[in-house]
């Protein structure tokens, strides 16, 4: 069992900066791959990166989010640079043990994030 807590969301201007945390209980955290999902209003939930040995970024992300995790610290971070009113949306982590991403097995309980043009 995978408790999942994330921070730092907020309200920023378009072109701004903000860096998501998600710390994550338990000491199997590392067994763990770790994603970083969104969800607009009136959209799906949709991918917006995933880390294992590797990571994997949504095509709308690529070369402005990063993703990243502090294993010692049960932690995964998502950097979020150069953004758009298009990502405003609640962002949500995801902890699973499918090594390709396709399925996942614990959720947060989602930060709002909103910027405004």
């Known amino acids: 069992q995978v408790q999942l807590v994330e921070s730092g969301g907020g309200l920023v201007q378009a072109g701004g900066s903000l860096r998501l945390s998600c710390v994550g209980s338990?000491?199997?955290?590392?067994?763990?791959?770790m994603g970083w999902f969104r969800q607009a209003p009136g959209k799906e939930r949709e991918f917006v990166a995933g880390i294992n040995w590797s990571t994997k970024y949504a095509d709308s992300v690529k070369g402005r989010f990063t993703i990243s995790r502090d294993n010692a610290k049960n932690t995964v971070y998502l950097q979020m640079n150069s953004l758009k009113a298009d990502d405003t949306a609640v962002y949500y982590c995801?902890?699973?043990?499918?090594?390709?991403?396709?399925?996942?097995?614990?959720w947060g309980q989602g930060t709002q994030v909103t910027v405004s043009s």
């Open positions: 995801a902890a699973g043990v499918s090594p390709t991403m396709m399925s996942w097995n614990y």
């Open positions: 338990g000491r199997t955290f590392t067994a763990y791959v």
